[in-house]
């Protein structure tokens, strides 16, 4: 389990660089965070027409985009996703969601991975906003791989989108192969003993608890959600009618996210016994991502026991 | 689509046009009558004698476009464009009511002509920002008018617009500010002083014109001018208004943003409360 050689940031920029290579309409939006989101100067210095920085000032950032969109551009607007979603959410909203224009925004370091710059920064809500709106897709891969060709699907995809992007190396789970399919869960394994239903920067860390918890006889099935809206409600339930327990992870608060979903969906579907791992109602502080997991017990072992509890 | 009319065209057109958009807010039961009314002579100009437009064609790749910030002045913005044909003008009497494409604020989903879907104030000059950049990269000669109200300047996103939109040299960009001096909590310079206005824009590195935004000559000429000037700055024409002009009832209160007619006799007295006459409704 190697970490990949390229962060995600950079296969960000490098897969929009692609992108306008191949489509000119393609733009570039930053809020003075392009080295933070990577694209300074990847795609600053090799498509500078097709880059535009509109400083600290994010409801403009989306405001612009969508006035883009409308005379056709396909905007990526970036910011760290405290910014890319709380901050402009009626922007997103009203310029977005509701008139129906084709930006692409990407939130930046979500949930833990902002570390240092602490609580005021660390957004655990984002995906729990994103997708309460109408009209909007909620995505979050969870290596290069899906990264990439997410970024494809969204380019070549007429609609809103919100991303999380995590920005550093991950260790991957795909393969140059993969092929991001919209609104479908992946099968990363096959189990009869839990069902575990993640998404982005937590998929890497629950397969690894799966692996390890087959010593201990206990057969995970692994779902990994690269879209959290429009969501795979078959692959659920059918995972959850075989297991009859779910775990929900993610680097996320649990009030609204992935496990808020899973739980809306198997209570009017299939009441099923629930486990949601994640932030619980608090804001985030300065630290590292193994001081909160351990903290809140989501991370390795804390996914590790909570599958060995939901066994029982 | 532009139109060569006179003055007593213009002035008949502008009151027949305040007549059908009370009578369309009376209908609905309530509505934005102050500040749509103010900005009528506005309107007519825009699309009778200054934008490029095809009523046959609204999606036209080289139109002007014109972005509705205070998107709740929508009434005038449907009314104008059901008079250049966009639509039937039997849709405006369908105004609020359940199920209708004219909702109470600008909405480009549903209606034919309008550029921009708008309501939530402080974001129509950043789309604007968007479309005139986009024409710029395209190469396009079309000019982008986005009109804002006065109250509406409170809001900081407008800032952020005006500093992009003489960053990037945006001279295709040409805002009008309806300032008729009142926003819903009573006069601006009660509420949240705006001066120095012209200063402010100034300040921002743009063209500022000041003009009468009820005088068509002053409207026309301010608009042409600022088509003309061409020197990477954007312009920001404010047009001093009276808010519900001609509503002799309402006229210039703070009231008069959102009107409430809760009876057949309250619409009747209302439409004779103008003073600039009854006409027939088209509808």
């Known amino acids: 389990m190697k970490l990949h050689e390229k962060e995600m940031r950079t296969v960000y920029a490098e897969t929009l660089n692609e992108l306008i290579s191949q489509n000119k309409n393609i733009f570039c939006l930053e809020a003075d965070l392009a080295k933070a989101t990577g694209t300074n100067p990847i795609v600053s210095e090799t498509y500078p027409n097709n880059f535009i920085n509109v400083g600290v000032a994010e409801a403009n950032m989306i405001g612009v985009a969508a006035g883009l969109a409308v005379d056709g551009k396909v905007p990526f607007c970036a910011s760290f996703s405290c910014f890319a979603s709380r901050r402009v959410y009626d922007q997103i909203t009203l310029s977005v969601a509701y008139a129906n224009t084709n930006v692409k925004i990407i939130g930046a370091a979500p949930g833990v991975t902002q570390g240092p710059n602490g609580g005021t920064h660390m957004c655990f809500q984002d995906l729990a906003i994103m997708r309460a709106m109408p009209n909007m897709q909620v995505l979050s891969p969870c290596d290069v791989y899906e990264l990439k060709s997410m970024l494809y699907y969204m380019a070549n995809t007429y609609g809103g989108m919100y991303m999380q992007l995590v920005r550093p190396k991950v260790i991957p789970i795909f393969d140059e192969n993969y092929q991001y399919e919209h609104g479908k869960a992946v099968k990363i394994s096959e189990g009869s003993d839990v069902t575990i239903v993640t998404t982005g920067f937590m998929t890497h860390i629950a397969k690894q608890a799966v692996d390890e918890l087959k010593e201990e006889n206990i057969n995970v099935e692994l779902l990994h959600y690269p879209c959290i809206k429009p969501f795979d409600d078959e692959s659920l339930i059918s995972s959850a009618k075989k297991t009859k327990t779910v775990i929900t992870v993610e680097n996320q608060s649990v009030i609204g996210g992935i496990g808020g979903a899973v739980c809306e969906i198997l209570s009017e579907n299939l009441p099923t016994r629930v486990k949601r791992l994640g932030i619980p109602d608090k804001f985030g502080e300065v630290a590292s991502a193994k001081y909160l997991f351990d903290k809140y017990i989501f991370g390795l072992e804390g996914i590790k026991q909570a599958c060995r509890e939901m066994k029982k | ?283």
């Open chain 2, 1 to 283: 689509m532009k139109e060569n009319l006179t003055i007593d065209e213009l002035n008949d057109l502008a009151n027949e046009l305040r007549y059908v958009i009370a009578d369309m807010i009376c209908r609905s039961g309530s509505g934005h009558l102050g500040g749509a009314v103010s900005i009528i002579e506005i309107m007519i100009t825009l699309y009778y004698r200054v934008m490029n437009v095809k009523n046959s064609e609204p999606g036209w790749n080289n139109r002007d476009r014109l972005i509705l910030s205070k998107g709740h002045a929508a009434p005038v913005l449907y009314a104008v464009l059901a008079y250049k044909k966009f639509f039937p003008k039997s849709w405006l009497k369908t105004l609020n009511c359940d199920g209708t494409k004219l909702p109470s604020h600008a909405d480009a989903r549903t209606v034919p002509g309008i550029d921009m879907t708008t309501g939530s104030l402080g974001q129509g000059l950043s789309a604007a920002c968007g479309m005139a950049f986009a024409a710029k990269k395209d190469k396009r000669a079309n000019h982008i008018f986005c009109i804002v109200g006065d109250g509406e300047l409170n809001e900081g996103q407008n800032w952020e617009a005006a500093m992009f939109a003489s960053h990037n040299r945006l001279d295709n960009l040409i805002a009008i500010c309806d300032y008729n001096k009142l926003q819903i909590d009573g006069f601006t310079y009660e509420v949240i002083d705006l001066e120095p206005l012209t200063d402010k824009w100034k300040s921002f590195n743009w063209n500022v014109i000041e003009a009468d935004g009820h005088n068509w000559n002053e409207i026309f000429s301010s608009l042409e001018r600022a088509k003309k000037l061409n020197n990477g700055k954007p312009t920001m024409i404010i047009m001093h208004t009276t808010k519900a002009k001609d509503c002799s009832t309402i006229e210039n209160i703070a009231s008069s943003h959102n009107i409430k007619i809760g009876s057949i006799t309250e619409h009747q007295n209302f439409l004779k409360s103008i003073t600039s006459g009854e006409y027939k409704l088209p509808y």
